[in-house]
């Protein structure tokens, strides 16, 4: 299994996921608490064109996408704070026309457009280099360390834009923030996630998260622990199932999510079924009219077709009664 880690390329793609799984979620959880769940592909498609630039120009594409990326990432904000009518087809006109003029001049680059684009869209294990890494790890610590200290602002104007305006805080200046973020974010993921498929990273492991964590902080840890393990855990599959990375991590990320909401599925169930058994002022007894069914080492009594077992100060809803309705001699219950 670690024969994995004797190639330099896999080595640098497993260390560029653990960045990526880490820092896509932190930076998303903002993103989905103020309904901009999109924004980071929208972001990919205009860093598309930064990419082509620097492939066109034999420069660093890494650099190229990070200030096309940043540039678009002032605009959309300047552009969606102002609320103009029309904003929301100028922010699209920008999108797609970043996507087309990306494939046009990587299609114009000396190297040809499939495996290029294929790489840079839907990402592969074997893009990231060393040169790479060392500038993925600046802006990764960059973007958490960010995140992190301007936590409570983000919240804030996450939560209450308005109310965070009249409490005093620049609110202009934390959404250029979150937006540059975002950016960031999306250069860093594009070698191995892709520019297509970065945004899902960004936001369903914090859709899973939120189906069962109780605070916002508590979501954000383990959205970040989600991300950490499908990122992580897609390139090893996309190495040895031999797929693509950036899709193999999403998908990933989608059973995570499936597996998640389950859980809280049966723990709201289970819930219910103790708020049932709670939720009514008999008290269950000898002589309380109920008929009593022996359950292991304690009593318990059918009741509306439930059967509730005394516990301190309340009752357990326990599996009804024709569910348990065996022959004594195969139950030992006692009649």
């Given at each position: 299994?670690l024969?994995?880690?004797?190639y330099?390329?896999m080595?640098?793609?497993?260390v560029a996921?653990?960045?990526?799984?880490a820092?896509a979620?932190?930076?998303?959880?903002?993103?989905?608490?103020r309904r901009?769940?999109?924004?980071?592909?929208?972001?990919?498609?205009?860093?598309?064109?930064?990419?082509?630039?620097?492939?066109?120009t034999?420069?660093?594409?890494?650099l190229?996408?990070?200030?096309?990326?940043?540039?678009?990432a002032?605009?959309i904000?300047?552009?969606?704070s102002?609320?103009?009518?029309g904003?929301?087809?100028?922010?699209?006109l920008m999108?797609?026309?970043?996507?087309?003029?990306g494939?046009v001049l990587i299609?114009?680059?000396?190297?040809?457009?499939?495996?290029?684009l294929?790489?840079?869209?839907?990402?592969?294990?074997?893009?990231t280099t060393t040169?790479d890494?060392?500038?993925?790890l600046?802006?990764?610590?960059s973007?958490?360390?960010?995140?992190l200290?301007?936590?409570?602002?983000l919240?804030?104007?996450?939560?209450?834009e308005?109310?965070?305006?009249?409490?005093g805080?620049?609110?202009?200046?934390?959404?250029?923030?979150?937006?540059i973020?975002?950016a960031?974010?999306v250069?860093?993921?594009?070698r191995?996630?892709?520019?297509l498929?970065?945004?899902?990273?960004?936001?369903?492991p914090?859709?899973?998260?939120?189906?069962?964590?109780?605070s916002?902080?508590g979501?954000?840890?383990l959205?970040?622990?989600?991300?950490?393990?499908?990122?992580?855990?897609g390139?090893f599959?996309?190495f040895?199932?031999?797929?693509?990375?950036?899709?193999?991590?999403?998908?990933?990320?989608?059973?995570a999510f499936l597996?998640?909401?389950?859980?809280a599925?049966l723990?709201?169930?289970?819930d219910?079924?103790h708020?049932?058994?709670?939720?009514?002022?008999?008290e269950h007894g000898?002589?309380?009219?109920?008929?009593?069914?022996a359950?292991?080492?304690?009593?318990?009594?059918?009741?509306?077709g439930?059967?509730?077992?005394?516990?301190?100060?309340?009752y357990d809803e326990h599996?009804t009664?024709r569910?348990h309705?065996?022959?004594?001699?195969?139950?030992?219950?006692?009649?």
């Amino acid at each position: 299994m670690l024969d994995i880690l004797d190639y330099g390329f896999m080595r640098n793609a497993l260390v560029a996921a653990l960045l990526i799984g880490a820092a896509a979620p932190l930076v998303g959880i903002f993103l989905v608490q103020r309904r901009l769940s999109l924004i980071g592909d929208g972001l990919g498609h205009v860093a598309l064109a930064g990419v082509a630039i620097g492939i066109l120009t034999a420069t660093s594409p890494v650099l190229t996408a990070l200030v096309t990326a940043v540039i678009a990432a002032v605009v959309i904000e300047v552009t969606r704070s102002r609320g103009r009518p029309g904003s929301d087809l100028a922010l699209a006109l920008m999108f797609y026309g970043g996507i087309a003029l990306g494939v046009v001049l990587i299609g114009l680059s000396a190297e040809g457009t499939p495996a290029n684009l294929t790489a840079y869209l839907f990402g592969s294990i074997t893009a990231t280099t060393t040169a790479d890494l060392y500038v993925f790890l600046v802006l990764t610590v960059s973007v958490v360390a960010l995140t992190l200290l301007l936590r409570p602002w983000l919240f804030a104007v996450a939560q209450d834009e308005e109310y965070a305006r009249a409490s005093g805080l620049p609110v202009t200046g934390i959404n250029l923030t979150l937006s540059i973020l975002t950016a960031l974010t999306v250069v860093v993921s594009m070698r191995v996630v892709g520019l297509l498929l970065i945004s899902a990273l960004m936001i369903i492991p914090n859709a899973a998260a939120q189906a069962v964590s109780r605070s916002f902080a508590g979501a954000m840890r383990l959205a970040a622990v989600i991300g950490v393990i499908c990122a992580v855990g897609g390139v090893f599959t996309s190495f040895y199932a031999e797929t693509p990375s950036g899709a193999t991590i999403v998908l990933l990320a989608l059973g995570a999510f499936l597996l998640v909401n389950l859980a809280a599925a049966l723990r709201r169930r289970r819930d219910a079924a103790h708020a049932r058994a709670e939720a009514h002022a008999h008290e269950h007894g000898p002589g309380c009219g109920h008929e009593a069914v022996a359950h292991g080492d304690h009593v318990d009594y059918l009741h509306d077709g439930h059967r509730h077992a005394p516990h301190h100060d309340h009752y357990d809803e326990h599996a009804t009664h024709r569910d348990h309705d065996h022959s004594p001699e195969q139950s030992g219950d006692r009649r």
